[in-house]
C-alpha cells in the first residue's frame, strides 16, 4: 500500500518534522509505503479539461490514501476533488482550524463550551466604539481569555484581566483584521486541562496536562504530561464533539469546570502527539494507520 503525507513546507518546526517521520517508520513496519510531501511540492491546476490536476514538484507514485498533516485547506479539497481520500477530510481540518467555525458547528449539539462571543467583521478598525468593548468586557466581568481564530500549541491565546488591556488588544488584532473569539476565564482549570486522544470513534488514551507558571497547559507551553483515566461524562463529551466535526483523528482538550464538570476548550485535527507517545508507550502514528487500513479496506 502507498500513502503520502503532506505537511508544511514552511513552518520548519522540528517536532512537526518528528512526526512526519514516525509514521514513515511505522508505514514500514505494516508494509505501508509513505512519502513525505511538503505542501509546497504540490501545486493544484486545473487543465486545458477543466478538470483538477497537480504540478509535481517532487517525483512520488501516486497514492492509495494521504494523511494531510497541514492546514493548506485548499490545497485539500484540491486533492479530494482529484478523488484522492485524506485523512482528516479538509472539511474536519477547516471546522478545527477555524476557532470561530468550530464554535459554530458545535453550538447547538449540547456540548459545554465556556461563554463564548466571536469577533464582528471588520472594514475600518478605527470606527470601534469603545462603549461597545466596554460592554463586551463587562459581560465576562472583568476577566477574558482572547483566541485568535488561527492558532496552534497554545500560542495566539491571550489571558486580559484589564479593562484597557483588552481595549487595547481588541483594537490590535482588528488592525491586524483578524477574527477571534473572547471566551470567559475558567477559574477551576487554570494551568490545566485534559488532552484526550480519538482515534475512529474509540479513545485511545488521555493525558493531563499541568503547568505552574501559565494559565495554559499546552506541553509547548511548558506544561507537564501524565496519562489519567477519564470518567463517563469527559469520554462522552470528547467523542460526541470529534464525531460532530467529522474527524478520522483528533486531539480534544477538555476544561475543568465547577465541581469538575468537562467543558470542551477545542478540538485538533494536526495534533501533535508525541508527548503523548512518550507517556502512554506506543505508537499512536500506527493506531492511526491501522486506523486508515481499515478505513479502505472496509
Excluded at 507514485?61 to 494523511?67: L, S, T
Excluded at 459581560?139 to 497554545?154: L, P, Q, T, W, Y
Excluded at 477551576?188 to 501559565?214: Q, T
Excluded at 485535527?269 to 502512554?280: D, H, I, R, Y
Aim: overall charge positive; some cysteine; aromatic content about 10%.
Amino acid at each position: 500500500m502507498k500513502g503520502w503525507i503532506i505537511y508544511s513546507g514552511t513552518l520548519n518546526i522540528k517536532k512537526i518534522d518528528d512526526l512526519v517521520d514516525s509514521f514513515i517508520i511505522e508505514g514500514k513496519k505494516l508494509n505501508i509505503e509513505i512519502d513525505k510531501i511538503k505542501n509546497t511540492e504540490l501545486l493544484p491546476i486545473y487543465n486545458n479539461e477543466g478538470k483538477p490536476d497537480l504540478i509535481y514538484l517532487k517525483k512520488v507514485k501516486e497514492p492509495n490514501f494521504i494523511i494531510f498533516w497541514d492546514k493548506d485547506i485548499f490545497l485539500a479539497k484540491h486533492l479530494e476533488n482529484m478523488g484522492y481520500r485524506l485523512f482528516n477530510s479538509s472539511s474536519a481540518i477547516d471546522y478545527c482550524d477555524d476557532k470561530c467555525l468550530m464554535h459554530l458547528m458545535l453550538s447547538n449539539k449540547n456540548i459545554s463550551m465556556p461563554k463564548t462571543i466571536i469577533s464582528p467583521m471588520i472594514f475600518n478598525y478605527d470606527n470601534i466604539n469603545d462603549d461597545y468593548l466596554i460592554e463586551v468586557f463587562n459581560i465576562f466581568k472583568n476577566k477574558v481569555v482572547i483566541k485568535e481564530a488561527k492558532g496552534s500549541f497554545g500560542m495566539q491565546v491571550y489571558l486580559i484581566e484589564e479593562r484597557e488591556a483588552f481595549i487595547n488588544k481588541i483594537k490590535e488584532l482588528n488592525k491586524r483584521n483578524v477574527r477571534f473569539i473572547i471566551q470567559e476565564k475558567v477559574e477551576a482549570s487554570f494551568g490545566k486541562d485534559i488532552r484526550v486522544n480519538i482515534i475512529g470513534n474509540k479513545v485511545v488514551g488521555a493525558m493531563l496536562r499541568k503547568s505552574s507558571s501559565d494559565f495554559r497547559a499546552n506541553i509547548t507551553q511548558g506544561g507537564k504530561g501524565e496519562i489519567v483515566v477519564l470518567t463517563k461524562e469527559q469520554e462522552e463529551l470528547a467523542l460526541k464533539a470529534h464525531k460532530t466535526l467529522g474527524l478520522d483523528f483528533s486531539g480534544v482538550d477538555l476544561l475543568f469546570g465547577k465541581d469538575n464538570k468537562p467543558i470542551l476548550c477545542e478540538v485538533n485535527s494536526n495534533l501533535n502527539f508525541l508527548s503523548f507517545e512518550k507517556l502512554w508507550g506506543k505508537s499512536f502514528g500506527r493506531e492511526i494507520l491501522k486506523h486508515i487500513i481499515g478505513e479502505l479496506n472496509g
